[in-house]
Every structure is written in structure tokens, then in C-alpha cells.
């Protein structure tokens, strides 16, 4: 028995799925110790959208750390972190007509949703958080209430508070959009108490891919404003261009009130999120929310290093767009030439994937990708898609060789 089976706990999840042992990565592949390539349609669970050690986030890093700069710092003010926030104002903020503060909550998303969470019952004096049907938003206990997932969910062990609205497209697609939400808030009798906030996923990355509609966004918009209720988009595993533009939501053309970003953020792997708030919002008390990790110098570096070298113009959502097309007529193909066993095709940007009629056959097309040196993952309630994250700096070729293997694995499992 090797030292992970012996030593590791049995919660280890994604090595069961791909038995290798990783030791580097570059770009778009990861190789093993023995040297074999493996395509990575993962990309962190969209963690690396730039891909494994991005060159133009080494320098700067490698070049950071050598100067024995600040690594460690709470939230004393650092020159990185000047520069993060400059740059973030400068580059991201403001050419998108956004005003936010930026809180630095601790280093992971799950930290960046419960800052959220907290703040905005703390600015309303309200208790209840909306959240939707298929959520995802951490495992943190508060993050958990908000997350759909029935297996998760009962890992907190104890009761978690939960008002779950459908999703875009849950019911029969023939319903109005907000027919439910719109009645009980309107209704003194209803039992609602006024929500403080509803949390959202433009694209429901854990929870099949179901991708919301601008329109539907929209609508949700109007609604919190008509109810004053505040609107938090979780843009951590779709934001940072996994959509095509720097935040999913900019298609939409709303402004939330919170949004929480990390994942790929660092744009380097390491760990970092933030939650951002409409200045108006900012009512904490210093120190009222905080957290060792939150002054993650060497992230400000990378970060600041993907915001100057990726966002500084239009070319990486226009890219990301292109390549999002590739993928989706590549998945179509598939989809049309197994009408039986494909239920259909799911997503958006490069967050795409296909959803089988029969659920163990998306994870027998990861296993048999996998034999094929493919990394791919599943999501959904019932684990039935298949989901491609490839990184965003993945090239034409890198994606025509992924989803030729994907096509080969999916005739492999539904001959
Ligand atoms: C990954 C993820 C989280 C949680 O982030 P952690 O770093 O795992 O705590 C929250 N929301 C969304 C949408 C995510 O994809």
C-alpha cells in the first residue's frame, strides 16, 4: 500500500478518478512521474485558466521571491498589494464603469462566500439568504446552506438554513421566470420574511452546467432591486474570463451588489479570493471580519501579472470566444451522433459539457478519456455530465486533440 492509501484520508476524491502521480506541469499538459503528457480539460477545477506555470507569472514570481519580498502579511499595507489593487482598479474596475471595494476575506472562495453571506445580512438586519436549485458556493457551514448538493449537505451534520428558488430553465420551460419568488415576496401571508440576499452562479459550474440566460439575470436583477434585497454573484469559478468576458455576468449587463472571485484570480494556482462590495455596503467595523491568510503577497504578484499581460485589452475575451465555438460544435457532433445515449449539450464559454441519458456513462467517458491521457470531470446532481474546463490559453490544436479523444470515448462507452 502506498503512502496515500495508508496515510491520507479516505475524503481524497480526484485521484481516485486519475490513479497517477503528478509531479509537473506547463501549459496545458501535466505529466506524471514516469514523464507521460496528460491533456488538462480540468485546468484546476478552472483554477489555471492561463494554464500550469504561466511564463509571463513565473518571471514576476520568481523574481519576487528571490528580492525577499513580503510574503506573509495580514493586512498591513504591501507593495504588492498596491499593485494588486491598482491594477485591479485600473484594469479590470474601471474600464467596466465598476465601482467596488475589495475585502480580502482569507485565501479560498468558500472565505470570499461567507464574507458575503455576513455582510449582507449585517447590512440589511436581515437573516434569510436566497440561493438557487443546483447551487454551488463552498463547504464552509454558511457557504453550505446555499449549496443545492444533498451529499454535501449532509456532511455539516447539523441542520442548515435554506430557501432555494429554480434556477433558469429548472421547471418545465414554460413557467415565467420568478413566478414562485415573486408571489411569496409579494404576499404579507406568504411566511417569507424578506430576504437579505439572493446568491447567484451565472453558469452552474458543480451543478450540471446549467447556464442562466442574460435575460434571466436580468429579471432576477430587477427583482432583488423592486424588493431591496442584495444581489451576490459567486463569479469564482466562472469569473476571470472562464466565460469569454473578465466577469460572467457582463454579458448581462448587471451590476451586483457583492461578487466573490477566486479560483482563478492568483491566475497561478495559489491560493487567493476576494469579495468585492458596492462602496455603499462597506459598513464593517475594522477587524470585524478577518483571517490569517488574508495578505497572500506572492498571489497579488501573479495576479497583478494575469491582469497586466491577459486584460489589458480585448484579445483574451475575444480568444476565449472563438475557442468556446470550437468547442461547441465539436460537443454537437458528438451530441448528434448519439442521440440515445446524449441528452445534450451544456454551458457556455469554455465551461462546456455533455449531459447523458444514463448518468454512469459520464463517468465512464472521464475513465475512458483518462486511459486516453485526458483529465475531464464530471458535475451535475447525478454526476451525468461530462464538463470541459480547458485552460483559456489552450490552442486550437490542444482543444481538436481533446475533443477527438472526447469523441473517441464517448463511442467507446455507448457502442
Ligand atoms: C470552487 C467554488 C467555491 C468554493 O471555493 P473553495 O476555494 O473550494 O472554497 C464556491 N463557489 C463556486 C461557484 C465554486 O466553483
Known amino acids: 500500500m502506498d503512502v496515500f492509501e495508508s496515510t491520507e484520508s479516505e475524503v481524497r476524491s480526484y485521484c481516485r478518478g486519475w490513479p497517477a502521480t503528478f509531479s509537473t506541469a506547463t501549459g496545458s499538459h501535466l505529466y506524471d512521474e514516469e514523464g507521460q503528457p496528460y491533456l488538462d480539460f480540468f485546468a484546476g477545477a478552472g483554477t489555471l485558466n492561463y494554464g500550469h506555470n504561466n511564463p509571463h507569472l513565473k518571471e514576476d514570481l520568481l523574481q519576487y521571491l528571490s528580492g525577499d519580498n513580503i510574503i506573509h502579511s495580514l493586512d498591513m499595507y504591501t507593495v504588492a498589494k498596491r499593485e494588486f ?19 480580502f476575506p482569507g485565501p479560498g472562495g468558500a472565505n470570499a462566500v461567507e464574507a458575503a453571506l455576513k455582510l449582507a445580512r449585517k447590512y440589511t438586519g436581515r437573516n434569510t439568504i436566497v440561493s438557487f436549485t443546483n447551487a454551488f458556493h463552498g463547504m464552509s457551514l454558511g457557504a453550505l446552506a446555499v449549496t443545492g448538493n444533498s451529499m454535501k449537505r449532509k456532511s455539516a451534520g447539523i441542520p442548515l438554513q435554506t430557501l432555494v428558488m429554480p434556477f433558469d430553465n429548472y421547471l418545465d420551460g414554460q413557467t415565467p421566470d420568478f413566478l414562485l419568488f415573486e408571489r411569496l415576496l409579494a404576499d404579507n401571508g406568504s411566511g417569507l420574511d424578506t430576504p437579505a440576499a439572493v446568491i447567484v452562479e451565472t453558469v452552474q459550474g458543480e451543478g450540471g452546467l446549467n447556464a442562466a440566460s442574460p435575460e434571466w439575470l436580468r429579471g432576477l436583477a430587477e427583482l432583488c432591486k423592486q424588493h431591496e434585497i442584495l444581489l451576490i454573484v459567486d463569479d469564482i469559478q466562472m469569473g476571470c474570463g472562464r466565460t469569454g468576458p473578465f466577469f460572467s455576468f457582463e454579458q448581462a449587463g448587471i451590476k451586483p451588489d457583492i461578487v466573490c472571485l477566486s479560483k482563478s484570480l492568483s491566475g497561478y494556482g495559489l491560493p487567493f479570493a476576494v469579495t468585492l462590495l458596492k ?92 486511459e486516453r491521457n485526458l483529465l475531464l470531470e464530471t458535475s451535475g446532481p447525478e454526476s451525468e455530465v461530462v464538463k470541459l474546463l480547458p485552460p483559456l490559453t489552450a490552442t486550437p490544436d490542444e482543444l481538436a486533440e481533446g475533443l477527438d479523444i472526447i469523441a473517441d470515448s464517448v463511442k467507446a462507452v455507448l457502442v
Not at 92 to 102: C, E, H, T
Not at 343 to 369: D, N, W
Request: glycine share 10%; aromatic share 8%.
Open 279 to 370: 462602496p455603499e455596503l462597506d459598513v464593517w467595523e475594522p477587524g470585524e471580519h478577518n483571517g490569517t491568510f488574508r495578505g497572500p503577497n506572492p498571489a497579488f504578484v501573479t495576479a497583478t501579472a494575469a491582469m497586466k499581460h491577459f486584460w489589458a485589452d480585448e484579445g483574451m475575451e475575444k480568444e476565449t470566444i472563438a475557442k468556446s465555438e470550437q468547442v461547441q460544435e465539436a460537443l454537437d457532433r458528438v451530441a448528434a451522433a448519439h442521440p440515445e445515449g446524449v441528452s445534450g449539450t451544456k454551458g457556455r464559454g469554455l465551461a462546456q459539457g455533455i449531459a447523458f441519458t444514463e448518468p454512469a456513462h459520464a463517468s465512464a467517458v472521464c475513465a475512458a478519456a483518462f
Open 85 to 103: 489593487l491598482e491594477t485591479f482598479r485600473d484594469v479590470i474596475l474601471k474600464p467596466r464603469g465598476l465601482d467596488y471595494r475589495v475585502q
